[in-house]
């Protein structure tokens, strides 16, 4: 049975920092790209990165890009986002999302986590 | 950045009976390599994303076959052939041909009339 599972979500003050993480088992997590995307209060879905299979590839939204940084940990099936200089238009729901990507084509594929809130108020 | 710009963006249906959202993105889909990489998710009430199709029109496992998917260059549409209280929520479509970034549209809401 796939889960990923997000956490780290919390309400944080304008230019601190967060790391969410997304643990994920029931398939070969190495084997796969994965994505970050969010999901503002009321409002629709919003990518925001995706990192290769390896690590060995990052990208990024422009709305993210310099603030925001993904990572992996593949022996331990663990997806991570670390975010600095949050700011208020960052409150969202954070979705990990298995990803299907390749040199061709990218895009969130059919298992996602069920998301961690992140709220940034002072 | 390419721009999926969906309409209806809300849509009252009643049930049993069709309904039809289209995504219009403002560059052709169409990769080199002859695919189309358009894909359909759907988001009902306080879940997370499902797809539902991908690649225009290929059905995920265990989606209902009366979702349907079609389309080509820069024309999609999402049909549903016959509504069920269970299709009650929000449906994106999402473009991967074309990324980084990869892109949303704006989200359809279907509710039940």
């Known amino acids: 049975q796939v889960q990923l599972v997000e956490s780290g979500g919390g309400v944080v003050q304008p230019g601190r920092s967060l790391r969410l993480s997304c643990i994920v088992s029931g398939f070969a997590f190495s084997n796969y790209a994965m994505h970050w995307v969010r999901q503002a209060p009321g409002k629709g879905l919003e990518w925001v990165a995706v990192i290769w299979f390896d690590g060995s590839k990052e990208y990024y939204a422009d709305s993210v890009k310099g603030r925001f940084t993904i990572s992996r940990d593949n022996s331990n099936s663990t997806l991570f986002l670390q975010m600095n200089s949050l700011r208020a238009e960052d409150t969202a729901l954070y979705f990990c999302?298995?990803?299907?990507?390749?040199?061709?084509?990218?895009?969130?594929?059919?298992?996602w986590g069920q998301g961690t809130l992140v709220t940034v108020s002072s | 950045d390419v721009v999926l710009t969906q309409s209806p963006l809300s849509l009252p249906v009643t049930l049993g009976q069709p309904a039809s959202i289209s995504c219009r993105s403002s560059?052709?889909?169409?990769?080199?390599?002859?695919?189309?990489?358009l894909n359909w998710f759907q988001q009902r009430p306080g879940q997370s994303p499902r797809r539902l199709i991908y690649k225009v029109s290929t059905r995920d496992s265990g989606v209902p076959d009366r979702f349907s998917g079609s389309g080509s260059g820069t024309d999609f549409t999402l049909k549903i052939s016959s509504v069920e209280a269970e299709d009650v929520g929000v449906y994106y479509c999402?473009?991967?041909?074309?990324?980084?970034?990869?892109?949303f549209g704006q989200g359809t809401k279907v509710e039940i009339k």
């Open positions: 999402v473009q991967g041909t074309h990324w980084p970034p990869v892109t």
């Open positions: 560059q052709s889909l169409l990769y080199s390599d002859g695919n189309t990489y």
């Open positions: 999302a298995r990803g299907s990507c390749s040199s061709s084509a990218c895009y969130p594929s059919n298992y």
